[in-house]
C-alpha cells in the first residue's frame, strides 16, 4: 500500500510540472501571419505587457526598413505596445487590451498559456472573440 501511495505521489508531481502554467504568458511569441514577434514581460506590476520586438522585413513596404515602418499615426511599429492591462483571474489573464497598430483598433483581450507552451489570445468586441494562438520562439 505503502509503494502504491508513493507512486501515485510521484505521478502526480510529475504530470504537475509537466502542464503549463496558464499565468507563464512571459516571452517571445511569433504572430499567426509570421511578419513579426511580440515580448511579453512583467509590466511593473506582475501582470503582462507586449511588445512588438521583430519584423520580418519581407514583409515591409519598398523602402522601409524594421526600424523605420510606422502606421498611419506615424507611430513606430518596432517597439509598439502591443498588449496591457491584464488582472490575473481564476484561470487566465483578463480585462487587458490588445492593440492592432495597423488597423488603430483596440480590443477587450484574455491570455492564457497552454499544455503544450503556445499561447492563446482571444480579442473580443462585446460578446463576440476571436482567438489566436501564438508560438513560443526559440
Known amino acids: 500500500m505503502k509503494?502504491?501511495?508513493i507512486a501515485a505521489a510521484?505521478?502526480?508531481l510529475?504530470?504537475?510540472t509537466a502542464a503549463a502554467d496558464s499565468f507563464d504568458v512571459f516571452g517571445t511569441y511569433l504572430l499567426p501571419k509570421g511578419g513579426s514577434h511580440v515580448k511579453i514581460t512583467d509590466c511593473g506590476d506582475g501582470s503582462p505587457c507586449g511588445k512588438i520586438v521583430w519584423?520580418?522585413?519581407?514583409?515591409l513596404p519598398p523602402g522601409k526598413t524594421v526600424n523605420d515602418v510606422t502606421n498611419s499615426k506615424g507611430q513606430k511599429i518596432l517597439g509598439?505596445?502591443?498588449?496591457?492591462?491584464f488582472e490575473r483571474k481564476a484561470k487566465d489573464?483578463?480585462?487587458g487590451k490588445i492593440h492592432d497598430p495597423m488597423e488603430l483598433k483596440t480590443y477587450d483581450s484574455r491570455l492564457k498559456r497552454l499544455g503544450d507552451g503556445t499561447l492563446e489570445v482571444k480579442g473580443c468586441i462585446g460578446p463576440v472573440c476571436q482567438t489566436?494562438?501564438?508560438k513560443p520562439v526559440g
Open 132 to 134: 489566436q494562438i501564438w
Open 14 to 16: 510529475i504530470s504537475g
Open 93 to 95: 489573464w483578463r480585462g
Open 80 to 85: 509598439y505596445q502591443l498588449l496591457q492591462g
Open 10 to 12: 510521484l505521478a502526480s
Open 3 to 5: 509503494r502504491l501511495l
Open 55 to 59: 519584423i520580418k522585413a519581407d514583409d
